[in-house]
C-alpha cells in the first residue's frame, strides 16, 4: 500500500460531492442527481480510513483506543454542536409535536444511530424529508457503524495472519463487497428504505474506496482516463440519476466507481486534478464536514419559517453563501482546536490521554442525546400554545382522528400472503358489493364510506404507495398486489361496484381510461375518486402559522401546489368520463376561485397530514359527493 500523502484533489472532491449534496438539497432540478454526493463521501472515507489504519499497524504504532480517540475529536464537535444548536433553534420555531420528533432525532444523532431511527419512520405516513431537521445525520451513522467494527477486523487479521495481512485484508475486503453490493442489488426493490439507510447495503461503498487504497499506482496515460472516465461517471450520475429510481441498488455502482477512478488515478498533474485542486473548492472541502452538518437544517428551519415553501433562487443563494460562511466558522473555530489539543499528539503509549479523550466524548454523547429526551419526554419542554393550535395539531398524532384504519393496509414491507382477506373482502351479505383499492389515499376514505353509505357493503384492499392502475407498474411489491388485485380478486369477486383513488400524478391519471374500461368488464359501476390539494407541509400545522399570520390561505396552498392539484384533476375527469366511469373530485369541492376550505364545519382539519384526509374531512366529502349523485342508483334499489 501506498504511503499516506496530502492530496489537494480529494479535499476538492470533498468539494464537489457536498455542493451536490446542497444544491440537490435546495432544489432537486438544479441537480436531480446532487444526492448521490454522500456516495461519493462512502468512497473517500474509506479510501482514507484504511490507509491510516494499514499505515498504524504495519509500523505497529496501532491502538484501538486512539484511533476512537481521534475519531470522536473529528467527529463529535462539530456534530453536537450543531445538535444543540438545532434544538434551541426548533424551540423557538416549531410547535410541541414537531419538537418532540427534533427531541428523537437528536437522541439517536449524538449516538450515531439515526439511520436506525429513519428507518423505522420511513413508511408512507413518514412527516415529509423538508421537516425533519437531522436527517441528514443517517449517512453519518453509516460511517461511524462502520469504524465500529473497520478497524477491529484489520487488526484482527494482522494478529492472525502477520505474513499476509495485505493480501488477506485485500481479499476479506472484495469479498466483503461483493455480498454487500449483491444485497444492496437485491433488497433494493425489496424494502428501498433498508436498502438506503443501513451499513451491510452501504458498506461496499466503503469497502470500494478502501480496496483502491491497495491499488497499484497507474501510469500518467492511464491515470489520465481514468480521470476523464471517472469525471464522467459522477458528471452523468448528477444530471441522470433521479430520486424517483429505485436506490441504491445496482446504479449506486456509477457514482462510487467514477469516485475510485478518480482516488485510484492520483494525477495531481492532469487536467481534472488541477481542477480539483484549485484553492476555492479546497477550502470549501476542508470545511465540507461542517457543511453537510450545517446546511440541511439551515434549510429545514427556512422552509418551516416560510411555511413549508421552498426557497426561490435568490434564497437559495443566500443560504448557499450563509452556509458556507457558517461551515468556516465552524471549521476553524470548532472542528480545529479540538484536533489541535493537545491530546491530539497522543500515541499508543499514552493511552491514559486517549482514555480520557473517549470517556469525555462518550459523556458529551450521553449529555446531547439525554437533551434531546428530556425534550421528548416534556413534550417541548412544556411549550405553550393556543387552545385552537392545540385542537388543530392534535389531528396529525391521533390515529383515531383519520379516515382510514390499518385493517386492511398492506404496507410495503408486508407479505401479501398475510392480507387479510377474509376480514377485507368481505362475503355478500345482500347489500350491492363495492370493492375500495389503491393506495393510502384510498384508505383515507374508509370511515367515511362506512359512515355515509350504510346501504353499500365496501370490501377494501389498499396498498402503501401502489398506484391502482393498469398497465401495473412499480416496486416489486406494488407489481404482486396489483397483479392479484385486478387478475384474481376483481374478476373473481362478484362486486358491483369499483371504487379506486390514489394520490395521483399527471401520469397514473392518464392511464385512468384504460383501467376503468378493464373494470367495466367485471363490475355495473366504476369510480374515480380523485384527491384533495397536496401541501408543502401538515395541514394543521399550516392551519396553526395562517392564523398567527393573519389568515393568508397562500401560507398554505401555494399557486404552484393549488395549479398542480388542477391539472390531475383535468386529466382525471376527462380520462373518467371517456371510458364510461364516475368522478368525484375533492379538490373541486374544496377550492373555488376565491379559495379552499380547509376545515369542516365542525372545525375539524379536512386534511391530517400533505394530502390524506381526517375521518372528518373524508365525511363532510363524502357528504357532499352522495349530495351530488355518488351511488344514488345502488342506494334506490336497496329502499
Known sequence: MNAITYRRDIDGLRSVAVLSVFLYHLNANYLPGGFVGVDIFFVISGFLITKILVKHIQTQSFSLVGFYSRRFRRILPALLVTLI????????IYTPNDLVRLG?????????????YFLQHSDYFAPAAHTQPMLHTWSLAVEEQFYLFWPLLLFGISKFAPRKFLSTSLIVLAIGA??????????????????FYMLPTRVWELALGALVGFAPAMGRVKALIMDLVGLALIGLSFLFLTSAMAFP???????????????WAKSDQSLVGRALSLSPLVWIGKWSYSLYLIHWPVIVFFRSYNFGAPPDHLESAVILVASIALSAISYFIIEQPFRRARQAKATASDSRSNLKVVAISVGAMAICS??????????GFGKEISVDAEHYLSFITSSSQRGGTNKCYQRSS?????FNYEDCLKASDGRPRA?????????HWERGLEAVFPEIQFSHMVASGCIPVLPIRGRDDCVQFNEDLFDTRIPDGNFDIAILSARWNEESAERVGVTVE?????VDKVIILGRGPLYEDKLPLLLVKSAEAGGRESIILTTEARNSSARVNEILAEQTAAAGGEYYSPFDLMCERTGCTYVTPENSPMQHDYGHFTKDGAIFMLKNMRANGMLEEEISETE
Not at 408486508?414 to 398475510?418: Q, T
Not at 370493492?435 to 384508505?443: C, H, K, L, W
Not at 378493464?518 to 367485471?522: D, F, G, R, V
Open 249 to 263: 441498488g445496482w446504479v449506486a455502482m456509477v457514482p462510487c466507481a467514477g469516485t475510485a477512478l478518480l482516488l
Open 370 to 379: 439525554g437533551a434531546g429526551f428530556a425534550l421528548t419526554k416534556s413534550n
Open 104 to 116: 428523537d432525532q437528536s437522541m439517536f444523532a449524538a449516538f450515531g444511530l439515526s439511520n436506525f
Open 435 to 443: 370493492i375500495v383499492f389503491g393506495d393510502s389515499f384510498a384508505q
Open 518 to 522: 378493464y373494470l367495466k368488464q367485471y
Open 178 to 195: 461483493l455480498l454487500s453490493y449483491g444485497f444492496s442489488i437485491y433488497l433494493t426493490p425489496q424494502n428501498s428504505a433498508a436498502a
Open 414 to 418: 408486508s407479505v401479501l400472503a398475510d
Open 85 to 92: 444548536a438545532g434544538l434551541v433553534a426548533g424551540y423557538f
